[in-house]
């Protein structure tokens, strides 16, 4: 069993956490010609730790992520509240920094399969933490992508990693 590393936006990181996201879609890097074998997410089994927007104490705000001390309090932006402690920080980190003993999210990958964007189904678009049966789950989901993607990208249909999971821990 591997384990590496997974980012996750706010609205991501809330949808994981109240059990409403079981999938997620991550652009392929060769747009072509791939194999299982090729898979940067691994297989069934493996683990993902979900990197987060974070901060901690502000008296730590000039430190490196590995200087932090380990005890010290994390708050999580998906989280949506602001400390009232005048100790945390304003300053939002970036997830691409934060250190697996400061994850709290873990997840176990269910199955992982390499498809065309646009084969997104109405129950993929739900398990991908928008919609409900009582909407229009794939237009939610075209929103959502064009929103972190930018605007027309959903047309370019791209070849996508679908990394299907579940959530085996949410430390808070």
Request: aromatic content about 10%.
């Amino acid at each position: 069993m591997k384990e590496r590393p997974i980012i996750f936006s706010a609205p991501m990181v809330r949808s994981i956490i109240n059990g409403t996201k079981s999938q997620t879609r991550r652009i392929a890097k060769d747009q072509g010609g791939i194999t299982s074998s090729d898979n940067p997410y691994g297989d069934a089994g493996d683990l993902l730790w979900v990197k987060e927007s974070w901060r901690t104490l502000a008296q730590y705000d000039n430190l490196k992520p590995t200087l932090i001390p380990i005890n010290a309090p994390i708050e999580f932006k998906a989280d949506q509240n602001r400390s009232f402690s005048e100790e945390m920080s304003e300053k939002w980190r970036t997830p691409l920094f934060m250190l697996k003993r400061f994850s709290r999210l873990v997840l176990e990958i269910a199955n992982v399969r390499y498809e065309k964007l646009i084969e997104c189904s109405q129950l993929d678009a739900i398990a991908e933490g928008v919609g409900s049966v009582n909407s229009n789950p794939i237009v939610q989901y075209k929103a959502l992508w064009e929103d972190l993607h930018g605007l027309g990208s959903w047309d370019k249909n791209p070849w996508v990693w679908v990394i299907e999971f579940r959530s085996l821990r949410v430390n808070n």
